[in-house]
């Protein structure tokens, strides 16, 4: 099916195909309802007929955005997901990704594509560890923060109090662009301060289509609603300016986030958020390479890889590289140059992706997403560009925190054994780290939180029909070091070097105490903090 209408295009058109762009990712703690949000925005676009959820993932048949069965099974978003859209002639590109701490760098990587975030804040809990972190992350990457206060039809917290939170630990000034109608678990509609006027709200299918909504005047809401509409409009005045227009200067400059409320699992309040984007999220822009300069949008083409996917099509074991679109147009079949190796390579098989559903794609802009398949020798950071050479950032990788040796269980599958380990290394899915010591046949897995590992033996039994023991080691904190060090570390009790794919190599140790020794001891070893984390 055509999510996007594709028409001819000059290259004189970039930019205004640029400004069409919204490009954001949406954040926040677990179960603060990402995903669900995500198949609402979809249903009011209305490219889905009907929203598979009503009560929480769990219950949900099918979910456009969570496709893993471990996804499924456990209601949890694991692998972002890419999907676009076009709604009110601008062109929606929404990445969702997984709330659970234990991927944060698949977060992290999402959050390196998109120009804006939508954070959801769990009316009941507030501000939650993860959504702090997340919120932190942003303000290094200098990321717009749209803030959705969700499952407003669910009891609790006052809504002052939210925004005081807000203030108080993040530090932006919230700016609401609806306030609820009725307390928490009352969910009458929101008020629409830009507009001027009350939506009101009825469920419809439970919430497995779009809300039926009526607007009403502030004079016909006020008889419509009685005491409700007084206390929230009272409520409201305390921090909300009617006639002040948005201030997008603080918006975009990270010192203030428009804010809405919802109910995503009932739709509720989810156009808003939608006409929010549209309105007042920003376009693609140009963005800065590693020289610090910044690549014009309508530069030839250029762009890089934010994440590698593989296991999209059962029928075929192939795997996406999910590339942002930086500047120029790209179209299916150019030739484009691979900045980390010089190599060129034409892309042939490019793809729109809709959670597991695809579509070949002809022609891309800034700020789109782009799915190459089987595009083997791209990874995780490569640019790509045609003419004007062009090196984005790289995306870093996070400091390991948990650590256990892989064996196959069945020693005739070696090979099936070996090439998994080398494709979830290559998507990320997990770091792996070797030595002469260990040897290949007993490679070390390094992660963030440990639930990649049970990820990692999931799609390793299913994806690559090869079964794997984990051995978990003592260490729980990793350096930065070199391959000189290694004479010296592994000698020393609760230690070891390890080299990582990218070719940097990693000081183990058992835990702090150990790592003071080696530096007390051993002064002139270098041992650097590795720099990204979400702590």
């Not at 400091?399 to 494709?423: C, L, M, N, T, W």
């Not at 060090?485 to 230690?495: Q, S």
Request: aromatic content about 8%; some cysteine; glycine content about 8%.
């Amino acid at each position: 099916m055509s999510h996007t209408a594709q028409s001819p295009v000059h290259a004189t058109d970039i930019p205004g195909q640029a400004g069409r762009r919204r490009t954001f990712a949406v954040i926040s703690h677990p179960d603060a309802g990402k995903s669900t949000l995500t198949e609402a925005l979809a249903l009011h676009a209305k490219v889905i007929g009907t929203a598979g959820a009503t009560n929480g993932k769990s219950n949900r048949k099918d979910t456009v955005s969570d496709w893993q069965q471990m996804e499924k099974d456990r209601g949890i978003s694991i692998s972002s997901a890419a999907l676009q859209f076009s709604y009110r002639d601008t062109v929606i590109n929404l990445l969702d990704t997984p709330g659970h701490a234990d991927f944060s760098e698949d977060t992290y990587r999402v959050l390196a594509a998109v120009d804006c975030a939508v954070m959801l804040v769990d009316a009941g809990k507030g501000l939650e560890t993860q959504t702090m972190k997340l919120f932190e992350v942003c303000r290094q990457r200098n990321l717009p923060i749209i803030t959705v206060i969700n499952k407003w039809d669910r009891p609790g917290l006052d809504p002052l109090e939210l925004m005081d939170e807000i203030t108080e630990r993040t530090g932006l000034r919230p700016m609401p662009l609806t306030w609820a109608i009725g307390i928490a678990g009352d969910f009458r509609g929101v008020w629409d301060i830009q507009r001027k006027e009350f939506a009101k709200f009825s469920r419809n299918s439970a919430g497995a289509h779009i809300a039926l909504t009526e607007y009403l005047t502030p004079e016909a809401a006020a008889v419509s609603e009685g005491i409700a509409w007084q206390d929230s409009i009272d409520e409201a005045s305390l921090v909300v300016d009617p006639d002040a227009p948005l201030d997008l200067e603080a918006f975009y400059a990270g010192k203030a986030t428009p804010l809405l409320f919802s109910s995503a699992a009932l739709n509720f309040g989810v156009k808003q958020i939608l006409d929010a984007l549209v309105d007042y999220a920003p376009p693609a822009a140009p963005r800065h390479d590693v020289t610090g300069g910044t690549r014009p949008v309508d530069a030839p083409f250029s762009g890089f890889v934010f994440k590698v996917q593989a296991g999209m099509n059962q029928a075929h074991r192939d795997h996406v590289a999910f590339i942002r679109v930086c500047s120029g147009m790209f179209e299916r079949g150019m030739v484009v140059t691979q900045g980390r190796t010089g190599k060129s390579f034409a892309t042939k098989y490019a793809q729109q992706v809709f959670g597991r559903e695809r579509e070949v794609i002809d022609t891309a802009f800034p700020g789109d997403v782009v799915g190459l398949v089987n595009a083997s020798a791209l990874r995780v950071g490569d640019s790509l560009f045609v003419q004007d050479a062009v090196e984005y950032p790289a995306i870093p990788l996070f400091a390991p925190e948990h650590f256990q040796v892989a064996r196959s269980k069945d020693p005739s599958k070696y090979k099936q054994f070996r090439r998994g380990i080398e494709q979830l290394e290559h998507e990320g899915v997990i770091q792996v780290l070797r030595s002469d010591l260990r040897g290949d046949q007993a490679p070390v897995l390094a992660a963030v939180g440990p639930m990649q590992f049970e990820v990692v033996e999931d799609r390793m039994h299913h994806d690559f029909n090869a079964p794997m023991r984990l051995e978990r080691l003592s260490y729980s904190l990793a350096r930065l070091t070199t391959a000189d060090a290694a004479a010296t570390l592994n000698t020393v009790h609760g230690a070891e070097v390890l080299e990582r794919s990218d070719g940097e190599f990693l000081a183990l140790f058992n835990d702090i105490w150990a790592m003071r020794r080696v530096e007390k001891n051993h002064p002139d070893l270098s041992l650097t903090e590795i720099g990204t984390s979400m702590k």
